[in-house]
């Protein structure tokens, strides 16, 4: 067994996105800070109106995939397609962008915590213009399990072993093979599991704190994981909960403009065009 090391540390920062929605950057804060397949991870934490209330009006994306998951609040996702996703505490949207998705995320409370992350996930070049697809999940298709040594994990893609069962998550079959995991562990308690060497894996801490082969990782930062087959996560002091990705790489070029994501620049300028053209969507 060769544990995963942590190869480099990223601190989310603070941004905004959207019409003024604050939020945590991690992977995506530059483009040296991904991981492919992984693009961007944003995480939104607050129990202030103003720091969300103005939501993601309206806009394009090409290329890619876009996970949300909401741990906290309500929120309302529209496209083009005529999708009307009402995405509660502990429910996942999966979004596949395909060709071209025009959509608005927009909160729908006054007050109160509005907390989750939007993972982007990079497809194949021979997936880019494939048709838009949307996925909502409800929380109680995402597996729960109480892990051996304390805590619990939930499964939102890919399947976790958990003392020798294996147990799949709702979203299966992509071509990167991701995993996506919520993990929560009390002070003291160690999560472990096989990954194969061949995916790339991060680890992003939301509360507490953990050490990796010793090494501490602290609240609001990722982990890149470098090469081994089992990731070996220790919670700190006061527990640690945190998301376990990992996919296989594309290897493949990537040139980003925006909320769009190609592979050359040719093909970014053809989306810009597209969108101005109002056939970014179109077949
Ligand atoms: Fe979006």
């Given at each position: 067994m060769t544990i995963r090391p942590i190869q480099r540390i990223i601190e989310a920062l603070p941004t905004s996105d959207g019409a003024g929605v604050k939020l945590r950057r991690s992977l995506?804060?530059?483009?040296?800070?991904?991981?492919d397949p992984f693009l961007m991870l944003d995480e939104f934490s607050s129990?202030?109106?103003?720091?969300?209330?103005?939501?993601?009006p309206s806009h394009p994306h090409r290329g890619f995939e876009t996970v949300t998951y909401l741990l906290d609040g309500h929120m309302l996702h529209e496209d083009h397609l005529g999708n009307r996703g009402d995405l509660k505490t502990g429910a996942v949207q999966w979004m596949t962008a395909g060709r071209g998705i025009i959509h608005s995320e927009m909160p729908q409370q006054q007050e109160g915590r509005l907390r989750g992350f939007q993972l982007w996930i990079n497809l194949p070049a021979k997936e880019k213009m494939k048709p838009a697809g949307y996925r909502d999940i409800d929380p109680a298709e995402i597996p729960v399990l109480q892990l051996p040594g304390g805590g619990s994990a939930r499964v939102v893609a890919g399947t976790l072993v958990i003392a020798d069962a294996a147990v799949p998550g709702p979203m299966q079959g992509l071509t990167t093979d991701p995993l996506y995991a919520d993990v929560e562990l009390p002070s003291g308690a160690q999560f472990s599991q096989k990954l194969g060497a061949e995916r790339n894996a991060f680890v992003y801490v939301f509360e507490g704190s953990a050490s990796i082969s010793g090494r501490a990782l602290d609240n609001h930062h990722a982990a890149i994981l470098g090469p081994g087959d089992t990731v070996q996560i220790d919670a700190g002091d006061r527990g640690a909960r945190f998301l376990l990705l990992a996919a296989r790489p594309l290897n493949e070029p990537v040139v980003q403009y925006g909320p769009f994501v190609m592979n050359t620049r040719e093909e970014i300028e053809q989306a810009m065009r597209d969108y101005q053209a109002g056939t970014l969507t179109s077949a």
């Open positions: 995506g804060s530059s483009q040296f800070a991904r991981l129990d202030n109106p103003d720091d969300y209330i103005a939501g993601f």
